[in-house]
């Protein structure tokens, strides 16, 4: 009796011991970092090379088409930058818009909203680049800043890839106007969707060029201004990658391509769905 007490303890005590090197050694585990056991660290390629600032100009009331886009941007990749997409739009006139748009910032922080009224060639896009220094102060600055219009549709990941080799510094990059011409200096880039550099984003906050020019036609404008100040050495034109819907502007339409970067002027819903369709958006869920 005596004899199987001993055992009976014993096996209690390796028992007892057991149990506490199997809490101590997971304990140890769950306290230490898993850092090195988990992360993946990308290869160079893979991290984000310069950032991206896109403001889509639209107008507040434009709800449907803001919501559209959100979706369509959000689920775009861009390994090889880091791209912000903003609805930039002028002052709100309206009880309804401030109610609805304050939802929109609560929920997606995606909106900034110029001190301007609504305009057609009446300075906008000035208020937009000029008042951007001053709204990103205490935020950050970005490599690049783009204009365009709500109704173009841009790749992200080939936009990237595009501005990736390209100058960081006095550059002005998009769609050179006439739709004839591949020199980027000719005349100046269309509105569906140009790129400045941070440089010169913040030349325009500061000069009086374009400071004394505001009203006109806005994109030839911002040509002008470089044109006048010297700027913009760097000028490159995203042909044929950058165009008009097929059939919808002459010579600057043209058929969708696999290399495009943007497709403008989509007015219609039929015409989103066959680009979207085009460039098989929508592939990791087949319905």
């Not at 990308?42 to 090379?49: H, I, L, S």
């Not at 390209?166 to 790129?195: A, K, Q």
């Not at 010297?230 to 008009?244: E, V």
């Amino acid at each position: 009796m005596r004899k199987r007490s001993l055992i009976t303890a014993a096996f209690t005590i390796v028992a007892l011991f057991l149990l506490f090197i199997f809490i101590s050694f997971n304990a140890h585990f769950l306290k230490a970092p898993l850092l090195n056991s988990v992360t993946v660290v990308p290869e160079d390629d893979d991290q984000p090379q310069f950032s991206l600032l896109i403001g889509i100009l639209t107008r507040a009331d434009n709800y449907d088409r803001r919501h559209f886009l959100r979706m369509v941007y959000g689920i775009q990749p861009s390994p090889a930058a880091h791209i912000d997409v903003k609805f930039v739009f002028c002052n709100l006139t309206k009880p309804e818009q401030r109610l609805l748009v304050a939802l929109e910032i609560l929920r997606f922080d995606d909106v900034i909203i110029l001190n301007c009224t609504e305009n057609m060639n009446g300075g906008k896009t000035y208020t937009y680049f000029s008042s951007l220094p001053g709204i990103l102060r205490l935020r950050r600055r970005y490599d690049y800043v783009m204009k365009a219009d709500d109704d173009v549709f841009i790749r992200l990941a080939p936009l990237a890839l595009s501005l990736r080799p390209l100058p960081r510094r006095d550059l002005y990059y998009g769609f050179v106007i006439p739709c004839s011409s591949t020199n980027p200096f000719v005349e100046y880039m269309s509105g569906m969707g140009f790129v400045l550099s941070w440089d010169l984003v913040e030349w325009i906050s500061e000069s009086d060029i374009p400071g004394n020019d505001r009203f006109g036609p806005e994109d030839k404008l911002v040509g002008r201004w470089l044109n006048i100040g010297k700027k913009a050495k760097n000028r490159f034109s995203d042909k044929p990658g950058m165009y008009d819907y097929p059939g919808t502007n002459g010579r600057c339409s043209h058929e969708l391509i696999p290399e495009t970067v943007a497709v403008h002027r989509l007015k219609r819903w039929d015409q989103w769905s066959v680009v979207l369709r085009f460039f098989n958006v929508t592939k990791q869920l087949l319905l």
